[in-house]
């Protein structure tokens, strides 16, 4: 038996997807263990691109069952349009899929909540998906939201959905924002609803079932480390524990059944929306990662901020979760360039540091401490072993392991699955 957790190891879009796909044949179950449909994990196999908000990255193994844990929060309509969408690419998932009964779910007043909350905060603003996310885990938390269950009881849903499209109009009024019809937005979200009540279970007893069984299982986060909620870069994080602790809670499986976790980085950084940014690069070195990388969200489009390696983020995402192998993505992007850096520690107040500052206003004085070191002029994009890489290539991800204080066990030199091996 093995229980696996794959994490993002910088501020998401790592390309956590595309690894737990290619992983995915080992697995017989794949879980989502938190966030919404503000993810994007994008996998490509064979030259075709399927984008999952939602749905696991388990997708192309007709083996292995996708759960989403009780730690996610769940769009029926978001859901339904993802399953359309597989289909209409001759991927079918309902036989392979179970929804948590546990899981709190997002409707579209919650989604009206978190772009009136944004637009409230003006210059503030947090830089959300507007998604929904935010404001259906603090109906989590207030104890006022409605779960997977709620979808197998029509009857008690209706009457709890209404409540709270009423109460969220209030707020919404408060903020000058525009007012939901109840009855139009029920009638929009009763359909998928009713769809997906049959894959409501205790998923809690599914995986636990399954690790009794012997199998392989994989935990898959959304986001990454320095995005949660207790030791991200707070105010400018996601609403739920992304690292090793969210896939314990957001599962229910007892960390002693743990025995390997994987963080996934790029071969540089980079963030999407506000929040402070050690090594972005606000130059056309940074656009240049941007546009041969195509660093644009799967999710919003918008363009992701890049910069260099930061070791000491990644070194503490490390401590933090008890990562035991990194896996090191787009090393490609890198390509050509004359000399490639890493941040190795950071300036703060006049005084070196080696370690996250836990305040964001902190961390956005830091100046960082950069290492140099040669590029590659030879492509990585056709290696298909480590030892295929160019050597300034090889001496750049033995030092980030270095600097890491984890082994770099799997490297990634372009997007399709074929792209991919292990060190």
Known sequence: MSVTVLIGAQWGDEGKGKIIDVLAPEADVVARY??????????????????LHLIPSGV???????????????????????????????????????????????????????????????ADA???????????????VARCGL?????????????????????????????????????AEWGATKTACTRLAPLVTDTVLTLNRAIKAG?????????????????????????????????VTGTGIAPQHIKTVI?????????????????????????????IGNEFGSTTGRPRRTGWFDAVATSYAVMLNGITELVVTKMD????????????????????????????????????????????KNPTKGARSFGELPLEARNYLNRVAELCGAPVKTVSVGPDRAETFRV
Request: proline share 4%.
């Open 263 to 291: 963080g996934v980085a790029k071969a540089y950084t980079t963030r999407v929306g506000g929040g402070p940014f050690p090594t972005e690069l606000c130059c056309d070195m940074g656009e240049k990662i941007r546009k």
């Open 147 to 183: 779960r997977g269950a709620d979808l197998c009881h029509p009857a008690r849903l209706e009457a709890k959905f209404r409540t709270n499209c009423g109460k969220a109009n209030t707020v919404l009024a408060s903020l000058g924002a525009p007012l939901l019809d109840v009855d």
């Open 60 to 122: 192309h193994s007709q083996k292995t069952l996708n759960v989403i844990g009780n730690g996610v929060v769940m769009n029926p309509v978001g859901l339904c349009t993802e399953i359309d969408k597989l289909a209409s690419q001759d991927i079918e998932i309902i036989s392979r899929l179970e929804i948590s009964s546990r899981c709190h779910l997002v409707f579209s007043y919650h989604q009206a909540l978190d772009a009136a909350f944004e637009a409230a905060r003006g």
């Open 126 to 140: 947090v830089g959300t998906t507007k998604k929904g996310i935010g404001p259906t885990y603090a109906d989590k």
């Open 34 to 51: 938190q966030g919404g449909n503000n993810a994007g994990h994008t996998v490509i196999v064979e030259g075709k691109k399927v984008v």
């Open 333 to 376: 992007v890198l390509d050509g360039l004359d000399e490639v850096k890493i941040c190795t520690a950071y300036e703060l107040d006049g005084n070196r540091v080696d370690y996250m500052p836990a305040d964001a206003e902190d961390l956005a004085r830091v100046k960082p401490v950069y290492e140099s070191m040669p590029g590659w």
């Open 215 to 247: 199998k392989n299982i994989m935990l898959e986060g959304a986001q990454g480390v320095w995005l949660d909620i207790d030791y991200g870069t707070y105010p400018y994080v996601t609403s739920s524990n992304t690292g090793v602790g969210g896939a």
